[in-house]
């Protein structure tokens, strides 16, 4: 691979690690009260009991913990491989674990309403709900950034890598015994 190329991996890979994080600790570490309240909209759930404010809270909290870490490491990490990773803007660090968490809370609600029931698999939105999430409310709140850091190639390899990263993880998960559904 060339050089550009695995500069493009890395940072595609770092850019999207605070947003990839909170889906993951929300499986973790959630449960307890569901956002919706248990509330109904047309005999479905609102967002059902997968989508709780613990996980939701800890897996945002999660995200921005991970892109402080980075940031901490990020000159090391530029000066040792000679490529050169980004830093996380102070709004960056919040809309990419918060933008991911609510585009998978955003996908359980049209899961709702299109009558599928709390864990059934989406193929697609499953694995891109959160990517969309986190890069549309980044691109929103901090545009200046996100431009910088996701050119074109960088968001290709975004789009590509994710899913295949999202079925590995919950895959594990799932033999893991922490999730019921292996997607
Ligand atoms: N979780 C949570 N809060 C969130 C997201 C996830 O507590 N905001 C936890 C829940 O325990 C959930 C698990 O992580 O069951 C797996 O997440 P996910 O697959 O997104 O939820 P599902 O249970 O599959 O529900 P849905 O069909 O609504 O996606
Ligand atoms: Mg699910």
Redesign the pocket.
């Given at each position: 691979m060339s050089v550009s190329l695995v500069e493009t991996v890395v940072v595609a890979l770092w850019a999207m690690l605070p947003a990839y994080v909170p889906?993951n600790a929300?499986?973790v570490f959630?449960?307890d009260r569901p956002i919706d309240g248990g509330r109904t909209w047309d005999e479905s759930r609102v967002?059902?009991d997968?989508?709780?404010w613990?996980?939701?809270v800890v897996?945002t909290l999660a995200g921005v913990v991970l892109a402080l870490f980075l940031n901490a490491i990020e000159p090391v990490v530029s000066s040792a491989t000679g490529l050169s990773v980004p830093r996380f803007s102070p709004i960056a660090l919040v809309t990419l674990p918060l933008g991911a968490?609510v585009g998978?809370?955003a996908?359980?609600f049209l899961?709702r309403r299109t009558g599928r029931s709390?864990?059934?698999a989406v193929p697609g939105i499953d694995q891109l709900d959160f990517v969309l999430g986190a890069l549309s409310l980044t691109a929103l709140c901090t545009t200046d950034w996100f431009t910088k850091t996701f050119s074109l190639p960088v968001l290709a390899v975004v789009l590509l890598l994710t899913p295949l990263l999202h079925v590995g993880t919950n895959v594990v998960a799932y033999c893991a015994g922490l999730?019921s559904?292996p997607w």
């Open positions: 889906n929300a499986v959630g449960g967002l059902g997968g989508k709780t613990r996980g939701t897996g968490m998978d809370i996908a359980s899961k709390r864990g059934a999730k559904e």
